[in-house]
């Protein structure tokens, strides 16, 4: 058993021996509300917008971005569980902002083990070989506009046929170095209510 595995599994005990009420919090998110945000692990939902386990939906991947996973939890999270307003939240110093499909494409189809990056980009570790293009199918919707990343995920989720336009989406960059949330004023105007 892995070290991580062993705390998780430590942590998920004490968690689960104080579990308490939270049994009986109901499906739907208690405020309303979703937010699409990146998995960066410097990123903390419930902390950066004041909220707590059973309050809102968090829907993260790679970029926060509006791809149509993303949109299909969206959906299900109005449709079937209440949400009104939705929040797009990128951030400053994000990953998706250091490569290009073709550089990650290329790193993948030399080999599978984990890149580093330095002052002259990504490079691959370990021996060539035992790679996939397989990568080559996805679009990776990386970036290198942080505001316009934002503004094309809010408007894209704005003009989607399933989603209704009495929903608000609402477009916002977090600081990682101070903590704040910086309105995309664009975004949230082509997200506001019609």
Not at 39 to 49: C, I, S, T, Y
Not at 55 to 64: E, F, L, S
Not at 94 to 103: A, E, N, Q, S
Not at 144 to 149: A, G, K, M, W
Request: proline share 4%; charged share 20%; glycine share 10%.
């Amino acid at each position: 058993m892995s070290q991580i595995l062993k705390e998780v599994l430590a942590a998920n005990a004490q968690y689960a021996a104080n579990f308490g009420d939270k049994a009986s919090l109901p499906m739907p998110p208690g405020r309303h509300f979703a937010i699409l945000t990146c998995m960066d692990a410097r990123l903390d939902p419930a902390k950066f917008a004041g909220f707590a386990e059973g309050d809102a939906h968090v829907i993260r991947n790679a970029g926060g971005r509006a791809s149509d996973d993303a949109i299909r939890s969206l959906v299900i999270s109005y449709k079937l569980l209440g949400t009104r307003e939705w929040f797009v939240v990128h951030h400053v110093d994000c990953g998706m902002l250091t490569f290009t499909g073709d550089i990650l494409n290329r790193l993948l189809s030399e080999n599978l083990n984990a890149a580093t990056i330095d002052e002259n980009g990504w490079k691959n570790t370990g021996q060539p070989g035992g790679g996939s293009n397989e990568g080559k199918f996805f679009n990776w919707l990386e970036f290198s506009d942080l505001s316009e990343s934002v503004i094309e995920d809010v408007t894209r989720i704005r003009n989607h046929p399933l989603v209704p336009t009495d929903i608000a989406v609402y477009g916002y960059i977090f600081d990682v170095k101070s903590g704040s949330l910086i309105e995309v004023p664009k975004a949230t105007e082509i997200g506001k209510v019609s």
